[in-house]
Nanobody, 125 residues
Framework: QPQLAESGGGLVQAGGSLRLSCAASGRPGTTYAMGWFRQAPGKLREFVAGISWSGDRTYYADSVKGRFTISRVNAMNAVSLQMARLKPDDTAVYYC??????????????????WGQGTQVTISS
C-alpha cells in the first residue's frame, strides 16, 4: 500500500496562513484521489478538503470554504492544502488521506483507504 508523507504543520497566530503538503509513494503508476481530514482533542476526525485524482474537482467542508485551497501535482502524486485566515478552531492534527475505490464526491472516514501519520497545526489567539 502507498505511504503518505505529510509536512508543513506548526504554530501560527490567528489570521495567519500555513501550507500543508503530502506525497504518496510506493505504488508507481497509481493515482489517488487525495484529501485532508483533521482531529481536534476530544473530537471526531472530520473531513476538511479533497481533490479528485485528475485534479478537476475539489471538495471542502463548509467550515473552511473560502479560506482553504487544495491543489495537486499529479506527476508527483502530491497534494497541498493552503490555509488562510486561520482561527483557533482550526487547531487539530491534520491527516493526509488517499482513496481509490469510493465515488469521487464521497469524503467520509469510511471512504478513505490510506492515511498519513498526521501533522499538528496550532493556531494561537
Amino acid at each position: 500500500q502507498p505511504q503518505l508523507a505529510e509536512s508543513g504543520g506548526g504554530l501560527v497566530q490567528a489570521g495567519g496562513s500555513l501550507r500543508l503538503s503530502c506525497a504518496a509513494s510506493g505504488r508507481p503508476g497509481t493515482t489517488y484521489a487525495m484529501g485532508w481530514f483533521r482531529q481536534a482533542p476530544g473530537k471526531l476526525r472530520e473531513f476538511v478538503a479533497g481533490i479528485s485524482w485528475s485534479g478537476d474537482r475539489t471538495y471542502y467542508a463548509d467550515s473552511v470554504k473560502g479560506r482553504f485551497t487544495i491543489s495537486r501535482v499529479n506527476a508527483m502524486n502530491a497534494v497541498s492544502l493552503q490555509m488562510a485566515r486561520l482561527k483557533p478552531d482550526d487547531t487539530a492534527v491534520y491527516y493526509c488521506a488517499a482513496k481509490e475505490f469510493s465515488p469521487p464526491g464521497q469524503w467520509n472516514l469510511a471512504s478513505i483507504d490510506y492515511w498519513g501519520q498526521g501533522t499538528q497545526v496550532t493556531i494561537s489567539s
